[in-house]
């Protein structure tokens, strides 16, 4: 990881506040009362004092902030919704696949799993954070460090609800030799790339990031008071699905489906305010739409995700087949929209620049359309 | 696993035993003082390395918590001294006496001792501070003879000598490391202070500036305790070899 300096004197830039009174105060005003929070856990990873809670049950707190908050601004530097810069559309990418794994059962071909086994296996990391869950759907954090452990079927599919990968994350990056491997819904993986923007040791230890497709997640306590409202007994719950506009809980012994259009009531803030669907930022992105049914579709934009992927053709892991990317790209288009959702105040001066540039352009050739035409 | 078997004693075997132990108990009857030592006119000669009372020398320690993080029976607590410094103190009702603080430490600050009678009144006596373990224990003596246990042939003899040996050995201390803190990955540092608060000897100071904080450490102050190494939440500190003075 790079030979590394020693060093007695160092600075630190800090983030300017917006209101007076400590940082955390700031973030819970400018980003969590406004909704703007999409408990990515970036912040609770970052606090020194580790006063900052992240539960699936509640909204991101620090309940004794007035006492313990030491003022250092890290919370601050974390948090991705500080300066908001909204993603958008499929993003880059060099590789565009539908993929099935022979080896893992997932959520759907059980690619997201069948990338990170492939990595583990190559020593590109040696561990993996994956989402799992227990006997009654809480989402659980596991460190993954053999193949093996990716057979147990709680380990792999998708768990409709905040999971706090983040912190997690800290204590990986702590003990790996190799690297970590992280997969994570748009906000999580926003939160990996604005730590690693911020703090070196995530840009050293983090190799492979995969990231899901998301039109939106739920908190734990809401989604379960919903389902059982319908019906749903999450003991005897083997998979929860949305596809098609349906959410879809597949029981040992029956099967609940309902619109997931219902479910906007308890749909979370941040969500709403989140326009990234493909999730751009990610090394690999994995998600359902685009291949047909049992199939992942499989975006790879960086080039240590192509490098897994042939090595998973290479071994003859997975079979697999075409991408319509048209349904893809017609669902980013639907989640852009929800930049409406997002302040104008909120959003970073980075994106407004973008946005002024990009409509002075758009103005200047239609200014030269209309010319030309009226000449 | 391996399971010894008992050993199946013949009947002639079994009272030859009987017999032997009614004649040993005989003896020590009729010439006591063959068996067991005679507490406290006698003492028992330990060896060198037992692990009794532990002595502490607070110019050594280097305050760096090694041996409160190391007991296993969690006895070490170390206590704010008047000098701002933090120093080992003992609890003997929770001490397991594995000496594992002893072997820790780095600078030879915690020293062994063949002490092993110390009387207390209650449990709240046993807890032990700083001071007192600076200076053995005061106990009253009366032992005149050492006392060994010596196997000859199948018999196990006592040796009286009127050699009383030191219950507290000699030991060479360790050649002292002088090390330093430094930070070895500053673009991972939080700024969050928790070095600067953390340092018994102010070495390590952070000052804001705008919209940027300062940090220093300051190598002359740091004594190399690894403290703020142990605190940092993004363990980015570590201790570095002084180098030798004028080489
Ligand atoms: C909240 C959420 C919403 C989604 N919405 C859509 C959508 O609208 N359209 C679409 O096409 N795809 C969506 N997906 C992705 C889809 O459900 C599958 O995860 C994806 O197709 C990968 O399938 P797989 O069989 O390759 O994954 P698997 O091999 O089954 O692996 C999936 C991995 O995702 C991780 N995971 C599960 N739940 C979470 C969670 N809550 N947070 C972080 N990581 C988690 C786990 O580590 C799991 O191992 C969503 C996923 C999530 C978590
Ligand atoms: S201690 Fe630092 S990171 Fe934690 S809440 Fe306060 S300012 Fe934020
Ligand atoms: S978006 Fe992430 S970093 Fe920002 S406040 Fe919410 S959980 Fe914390
Ligand atoms: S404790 Fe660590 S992270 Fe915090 S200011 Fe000191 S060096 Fe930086």
């Avoid at chain 1, 053709?313 to 409406?340: C, H, M, Q, W």
Wanted: net charge positive; aromatic share 8%.
């Amino acid at each position: 990881m790079g030979t590394q300096t020693e060093t007695l004197e160092w600075r630190v830039k800090i983030p300017e506040k917006k209101i007076e009174g400590k940082a955390w105060l700031n973030l819970k005003k400018r980003v969590i009362d406004t909704g703007l929070c999409t408990h990515c856990s970036a912040c609770a990873l970052v606090c020194p004092v580790g006063g900052i809670i992240s539960s699936p049950n509640q909204e991101i707190d620090f309940p004794e902030w007035e006492e313990n908050c030491i003022d250092c601004g890290a919370c601050i530097r974390a948090c991705h919704r500080w300066e908001y810069t909204p993603l958008y559309d499929l993003g880059d990418y060099i590789d565009l696949t539908a993929g099935k794994s022979k080896r893992f059962k997932g959520q759907d071909g059980a690619m997201v799993t069948e990338f990170m086994a492939s990595a583990l296996e190559m020593g590109l990391i040696d561990r993996a954070l994956f989402v799992g869950r227990d006997d009654e759907w809480r989402p659980v954090i596991y460190h993954i460090r053999s193949v093996d452990q990716l057979k147990n079927t709680r380990v792999t599919g998708t768990k409709y609800s905040y999971a706090s990968v983040l912190p997690e994350l800290k204590k990986a990056v702590e003990v790996t030799k190799k690297g970590v491997g992280v997969i994570g819904t748009p906000c999580i993986v926003t939160g990996v790339r604005k730590l690693q923007s911020e703090f070196k040791v995530f840009r050293d230890k983090i190799n492979l990031v995969v990231g899901l497709f998301c039109m939106e997640n739920f908190y734990y306590y809401q989604l379960r008071a919903y389902l059982e409202q319908k019906g749903v007994d999450l003991k005897k719950l083997v998979k929860m699905d949305i596809t098609k506009g349906k959410f879809i809980a597949t029981m040992t012994d029956s099967k609940v489906s309902f619109p997931v259009k219902e479910m906007d009531e308890i749909v979370p803030h941040g969500c709403e305010s989140c326009t990234d669907f493909a999730n751009v930022l990610a090394d690999v992105s994995v998600g359902s739409v685009g291949s047909k049914a049992g199939y992942s579709t499989v975006v790879v934009r960086a080039e240590v995700g192509k490098k897994v992927l042939d090595y998973i053709k290479d071994k003859g892991y997975a079979d697999f087949s075409k991408v319509n990317p048209e349904i893809i790209e017609k669902l980013t288009k639907l989640k852009k929209k929800r930049i409406k959702n997002i302040p104008e105040e909120y959003l970073s001066v980075a994106f407004k620049e973008d946005r002024k540039k990009n409509r002075e352009n758009k103005e200047n050739k239609e200014n030269k359309e209309n010319k030309e035409n009226t000449e | 696993m391996i399971k010894i078997k008992v050993p199946k004693l013949k009947m002639l075997d079994s009272v030859k035993l009987h017999v032997d132990a009614l004649l040993t108990g005989a003896k020590e009857a009729i010439r006591p003082g063959t068996i067991t030592i005679e507490y406290p006119r006698e003492r028992r000669k330990l060896p060198d390395n037992f692990r009794g009372y532990i002595l502490f020398s607070p110019e050594r320690c280097k305050s760096c918590w090694q041996c409160s993080f190391v007991c296993p029976a969690n006895a070490i607590k170390m206590e704010l001294a008047s000098n701002n410094r933090y120093y080992p103190s003992i609890d003997y009702a929770k001490c397991i006496f594995c000496h594992f603080c002893v072997d820790t430490c780095p600078v030879t600050a915690l020293r062994p001792t063949k002490i092993h009678d110390v009387v207390y009144k209650d449990l709240e006596e046993m807890y032990t501070p700083t001071e007192g373990m600076v200076n053995p224990p005061k106990i009253i003596r009366e032992e005149k003879y050492t006392v060994e246990y010596v196997v000859e042939g199948r018999d196990l003899i006592l040796k009286r000598t009127r050699e009383m040996d030191n219950l507290i050995p000699e030991i060479e201390p360790h050649a002292e490391v002088k090390e330093y803190s430094t930070c070895f990955d500053p673009e991972s540092c939080l700024a969050c202070g928790l070095c600067v608060n953390s340092c018994p000897v102010e070495a390590i100071s952070i000052t804001t500036v705008g919209q940027e904080r300062r940090l220093k450490i300051d190598r002359e102050k740091c004594y190399g305790c690894g403290i703020c190494v142990n605190v940092c939440p993004m363990h980015i500190l570590k201790l570095v070899k002084r180098p030798e003075e004028g080489g």
